[in-house]
């Protein structure tokens, strides 16, 4: 008979090789590894990563290391929550009611159209006597009147006219530029378009509205959509109908809006053109230059007025 010997020892025999676990939970069991770090993870520290999963302190680590994302004009991914645009809306829409509640008994007969002592107060106005008897205006220091007033409006439909335009201008614009550079384009291009109506039109006239920055809006979504290479057919048309508007419907400050127009669009150009390498610098640096000269001319024009 042919005998079989048998195995000399079995496989099994030795130490049992441990299960790794998770090096946050020691108690949980995994076979999965951080492919950053190589230490075992468990299902609940998993974080997905473009090849595999990290642990989250590779997580955190990563996100220290890598650079934010950046629009082409050096806007921020916050840009594109529009947090700008609506809090412009809400504060326009908050002075609304302060206005109309400064008017008293007559709020209701206001609610359409007519101005109120708030819109008294802070509408532009080169220089005139006042209700009081005294004089007032920006001639006579009230300077505040050339911000005041692109948060004023005359009536419910003035608000609501201006702030649909600021609604679908401002939430693209706001996502390119991002939150500051945008709102510094808002309240320049408004300034720009209270000094031009401080500039030439009767010192005696008032005017209110942020149509001023609306019609900045209006230019720099043109400049930055040329600068981005897109198409900008369906602005123009739209461009064209607003200035008909502003040169044939009464009552409507043909200076403010030029002005406005023209201010945004030079504020768009420095904001869009500003050189890679430098460009907050250069972006912060135009936008004060344009400040300046705007405050150049204030002065200017102050001199006419009282000299």
């Given at each position: 008979?042919?005998?079989?010997s048998?195995?000399?020892?079995?496989?099994?025999?030795?130490p049992?090789?441990?299960v790794?676990?998770?090096?946050?939970?020691?108690?949980r069991?995994?076979?999965?590894?951080?492919?950053?770090?190589d230490?075992p993870?468990?299902?609940?520290?998993?974080?997905?990563?473009?090849?595999?999963?990290?642990?989250?302190?590779?997580?955190?680590?990563g996100?220290?290391?890598?650079?934010p994302?950046?629009?082409?004009?050096?806007?921020?991914?916050?840009?594109?929550?529009?947090?700008?645009?609506?809090?412009?809306?809400?504060?326009?829409?908050?002075?609304?009611?302060?206005?109309?509640?400064?008017?008293g008994?007559?709020?209701?007969?206001?609610?359409?159209?007519?101005?109120?002592?708030?819109?008294?107060?802070?509408?532009?106005?080169?220089l005139?006597?006042?209700?009081?008897?005294t004089?007032?205006?920006?001639?006579?220091?009230?300077?505040?009147r050339?911000?005041t007033?692109?948060?004023?409006?005359?009536?419910?439909?003035?608000?609501?006219?201006?702030?649909?335009?600021?609604?679908?201008?401002?939430?693209?614009?706001?996502?390119?530029?991002?939150?500051?550079?945008?709102?510094?384009?808002?309240?320049?291009?408004?300034?720009?378009?209270?000094?031009?109506?401080?500039?030439?039109?009767?010192?005696?006239?008032?005017?209110?509205?942020?149509?001023?920055?609306?019609f900045?809006?209006?230019?720099?979504?043109?400049?930055?959509?040329?600068?981005?290479?897109?198409d900008?057919?369906?602005?123009?048309p739209?461009?064209?109908?607003?200035?008909?508007f502003t040169?044939?419907?009464p009552?409507?400050?043909?200076?403010?809006?030029?002005?406005?127009l023209?201010?945004?669009?030079?504020?768009?150009?420095?904001?869009?053109y500003?050189?890679?390498?430098?460009?907050?610098?250069?972006?912060?640096?135009?936008?004060?230059?344009?400040a300046l000269?705007?405050?150049?001319?204030v002065?200017?024009?102050?001199?006419?007025?009282?000299?």
């Amino acid at each position: 008979m042919t005998e079989r010997s048998g195995p000399a020892g079995d496989a099994t025999d030795g130490p049992v090789p441990a299960v790794p676990v998770c090096y946050r939970h020691p108690g949980r069991e995994t076979y999965v590894r951080c492919t950053r770090c190589d230490r075992p993870i468990c299902p609940e520290c998993m974080r997905e990563a473009s090849v595999g999963h990290q642990c989250p302190e590779c997580v955190s680590e990563g996100r220290r290391t890598v650079r934010p994302a950046r629009t082409a004009f050096g806007g921020g991914a916050a840009g594109r929550q529009g947090y700008v645009t609506k809090t412009l809306i809400a504060l326009n829409g908050l002075v609304m009611l302060l206005s109309l509640a400064s008017a008293g008994a007559a709020a209701l007969s206001k609610l359409l159209s007519g101005s109120t002592p708030l819109t008294n107060w802070g509408s532009v106005l080169g220089l005139a006597v006042l209700p009081d008897h005294t004089i007032g205006g920006v001639a006579e220091g009230q300077w505040y009147r050339l911000v005041t007033a692109m948060f004023l409006h005359y009536g419910l439909p003035h608000l609501l006219l201006n702030m649909w335009g600021l609604w679908v201008l401002g939430r693209t614009l706001e996502a390119v530029l991002g939150p500051l550079r945008f709102l510094a384009l808002y309240l320049i291009a408004g300034l720009g378009g209270n000094v031009a109506i401080y500039l030439f039109s009767p010192p005696y006239q008032t005017s209110a509205g942020a149509s001023t920055a609306i019609f900045g809006l209006f230019a720099a979504i043109f400049v930055i959509m040329r600068r981005l290479g897109r198409d900008t057919s369906a602005i123009v048309p739209i461009l064209v109908i607003n200035l008909i508007f502003t040169f044939t419907v009464p009552h409507i400050s043909i200076a403010g809006h030029l002005g406005g127009l023209v201010t945004g669009a030079v504020m768009a150009l420095v904001l869009a053109y500003a050189p890679r390498m430098r460009r907050t610098l250069f972006q912060a640096a135009g936008g004060a230059i344009i400040a300046l000269a705007l405050l150049g001319l204030v002065l200017v024009r102050t001199g006419m007025l009282t000299g």
